[in-house]
T-cell receptor, first 114, second 112 residues
Framework: KAGVTQTPRYLIKTRGQQVTLSCSPISGHRSVSWYQQTPGQGLQFLFEYFSETQRNKGNFPGRFSGRQFSNSRSEMNVSTLELGDSALYLC?????????????FGPGTRLTVL | KQEVTQIPAALSVPEGENLVLNCSFTDSAIYNLQWFRQDPGKGLTSLLLIQSSQREQTSGRLNASLDKSSGRSTLYIAASQPGDSATYLCAVLSGNTGKLIFGQGTTLQVKP
């Protein structure tokens, strides 16, 4: 069974640009969550999508947005990039069956903002 | 507000030693607790998940325990190997959402 895939794996952008990251969950998983990982702040929750609906959102500015498609694939977008957006962006998928919710992470997208 | 703390931040042990990593959380109302491993520059690998109704889970040389009342979990690694060197993260799921709250991790080095 294929794991969570994320594309691209690496990105280099300049300040002010925008970027779109993609995440394909494990087949059958309906929940996709996004996290930002930086050396200073650790892993921080961005948002979660379930059946194309944003179910929860972390404490990030509106420049960070996302969506989920009918096939459960998800994208996140960051507009007007800032230097501080440089980070490893991880997505996780889960089956979400009753109370069972083991989350499986992808390899991440390393974003560098110059 | 849920907060997760991991102690120690770093640990260096000789190969073959048994070791314990600690995780504490402030709000005992959790759905589950998950332990992950992260190698440098890579994503997270799920090691063990403990449901809120469970006390422990085992996988190979790994054993994780959960004490909700005291807000603590431990990850026990038996007979450590150099390949176990990585950062270990614990995370709790609070509420019926996909939001995991992570600790800052324990970086483990196992010396040959």
């Amino acid at each position: 069974k294929a794991g969570v895939t994320q594309t691209p794996r690496y990105l280099i952008k300049t300040r002010g640009q925008q970027v779109t990251l993609s995440c394909s969950p494990i087949s059958g998983h309906r929940s996709v969550s996004w996290y930002q990982q930086t050396p200073g702040q650790g892993l921080q929750f961005l948002f979660e999508y379930f059946s194309e609906t944003q179910r929860n959102k972390g404490n990030f500015p509106g420049r960070f947005s996302g969506r989920q498609f009918s096939n459960s694939r998800s994208e996140m977008n960051v507009s007007t990039l800032e230097l501080g957006d440089s980070a490893l962006y991880l997505c996780a998928s889960s089956l979400w069956w009753e109370s069972y919710n083991e989350q499986f992470f992808g390899p991440g997208t390393r974003l560098t903002v110059l | 507000k849920q907060e997760v703390t991991q102690i120690p931040a770093a640990l260096s042990v000789p190969e073959g030693e048994n070791l314990v990593l600690n995780c504490s959380f402030t709000d005992s109302a959790i759905y589950n607790l998950q332990w992950f491993r992260q190698d440098p520059g890579k994503g997270l690998t799920s090691l063990l998940l403990i449901q809120s109704s469970q006390r422990e889970q085992t996988s190979g040389r790994l054993n994780a325990s959960l004490d909700k009342s005291s807000g603590r979990s431990t990850l026990y690694i038996a007979a450590s190997q150099p390949g176990d060197s990585a950062t270990y993260l614990c995370a709790v799921l609070s509420g019926n959402t996909g939001k995991l709250i992570f600790g800052q991790g324990t970086t483990l080095q196992v010396k040959p």
